[in-house]
């Protein structure tokens, strides 16, 4: 019986280990894959404002029109702005990344594993944590990449918010965001805006998340039954025995 404990609690680690969030003082998002109309405008918010810079070259367009209940009539409407770009195209932009290097420094990166490599509450902070800095090239700042290369796009939506300072060790640091009160969008619809973005990036970065999650309920399931099972027949086995 304990050997098969251990066994279980053996199996499940490495899922608890893969779960553990990145290090950093990051706001906290509830991501969810299964929340299809949170993915579906998280789709338009990527496809509007981010892929004019940046890509996610390992995913199609059908894919996620499968995976978030839209035919291709509709994944072309609205998520593909290319005229020479179909729904099982995988998603490119056609921002070189010489263009890239030359207006912002450096190339855009692709998006499609971000969520996976720095976590979802990462990229939840970046898009709540531009403010405004003058000594920018893009008059703006963010609390998680200091010195970022890239305008803030979302900022006619949030407006600029400006920057928290705190004194430590004797200068003052940027410490977080102060709430932006010029935008479209107030601060909560702004926050709700950018979890639906988070959750799309994050569901991307795996797009059988939701799946795998599924079918993991459906595996622990099985194994305690068998562990029931197993442990009757065990005493079954030895009532004779001793």
Known sequence: MRK??????????????????????????????????????????????????????????????????LDDALVEQYLIFKPEQQAHDVMTNVMTEADAEQWFGAPAPDLTLYARRHGPDRVYTFL??????????????????????????LQDLQG??????????????????EEAT???????EYRALTRDLTNFMDYMAEPVKAERERLGVRVLVFLFIFLIVTYLLKREYWKDVH
């Open 4 to 69: 098969l404990l251990l066994t279980l609690a053996l199996a499940l680690i490495p899922g608890l280990l893969m779960a553990a969030p990145k290090g950093g003082n990051y706001m906290s998002v509830d991501v969810d894959p299964h929340d299809k109309q949170s993915l579906q405008r998280g789709a338009m918010l990527f496809a509007n404002y981010c892929m004019a810079c940046h890509e996610a070259s390992l995913m199609r367009y059908n894919r996620i029109g499968q995976d978030l209940g």
């Open 128 to 153: 709540n944590g531009f403010y405004r800095d003058d000594d920018q090239p893009f008059g703006v700042n963010n609390i998680v990449v200091s010195g970022v290369s890239m305008p803030h796009v």
């Open 160 to 177: 600029l918010p400006e920057p928290r300072y705190e004194e430590r060790d004797g200068r003052m640091v940027v410490v977080g965001v």
């Open 182 to 188: 010029n935008g479209r969008l107030s601060p909560e």
